[in-house]
């Protein structure tokens, strides 16, 4: 497998979308830190110097939505987590949580020429061994305040990878169920009562049905489908 390490770039998958033309099918760039780490919907992912901020780059010869590889991630590092006594689970739709705090996130994104993806690229970002800064303390997490010690990120790189391949090869033929297991680690589930920030509004609700990409969410009567732009406060 291709792996690339930069010591400092601005965003690993900015990189890949700059360059994916010289990376093969399943490439991976790795930074040790980034400048301009991005988060989902325009924010900023701090990334200094002990976390593990990574992109794989696919060029699929048959197109599989871009959610699938986010679910693949997301199930792949909650399961590597779990062999390492980190019960973490999917806070909705992809990020990953521990205790109520964010560990880890994941960012994909497609590159598109003349209305053809000729490159998918995948963004994961975990707090390994960083420390969290004091101003996000109630929100996020890294992995050695939680196991108090530090974790080797080249296992966790090697191990996470080699299980989203696996479960990308088995299932890509039956993506449901890939929903099906990302659903056995999802928070939300069925049946939740929740919060939700609708138009700068929060609405209260009950979740009736989870599918791959919508919550409905019945709002006493009326049921609304909330997708992953919106956000889920509790
Ligand atoms: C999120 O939870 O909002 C997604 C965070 C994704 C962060 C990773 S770090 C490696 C890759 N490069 C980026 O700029 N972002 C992703």
């Known amino acids: 497998e291709e792996i690339e390490v930069l010591y400092e770039v601005d965003s690993t998958n900015e990189f890949l979308k700059r360059n994916y033309k010289s990376f093969h099918d399943g490439a991976i760039v790795v930074a040790i830190k980034q400048t301009a ?26 197109h599989i939505g871009l959610h699938v590889y986010t679910k693949v991630f997301s199930i792949a590092i909650v399961e590597v987590l779990k062999k390492l006594k980190v019960k973490a689970y999917i806070k909705w739709p992809n990020d990953i949580y521990y205790n109520g705090k964010k560990l880890a996130g994941i960012l994909s994104e497609a590159v598109s020429v003349n209305d053809r993806v000729v490159a998918i690229i995948v963004g994961i970002g975990i707090n390994v061994n960083n420390d969290i800064p004091d101003d996000l303390k109630d929100i996020a997490i890294s992995l050695k305040d939680i196991l108090k010690k530090k974790v080797k990120i080249t296992y966790l790189l090697d ?41 700068e509004q929060i609405v209260e609700g009950t979740v009736l049905k989870i599918t791959e990409d919508t919550l409905y969410v019945d709002m006493g009567g009326k049921v609304i489908g909330v997708q992953s732009i919106h956000q889920i406060v509790e």
């Open 37 to 62: 780490g991005k988060g989902r919907m325009g924010r900023t992912w701090y990334s200094p110097e002990g976390g593990l901020w990574y992109s794989v780059l696919f060029k699929p010869k048959v």
């Open 159 to 199: 191990a996470i990878n080699k299980h989203a391949w696996n479960l990308l090869i088995s299932y890509r033929n039956e993506t449901e169920n890939i929903t099906k297991l990302w659903k056995k680690y999802l928070v939300p589930r069925e049946g939740d009562r929740i919060k939700i920030k609708v138009d």
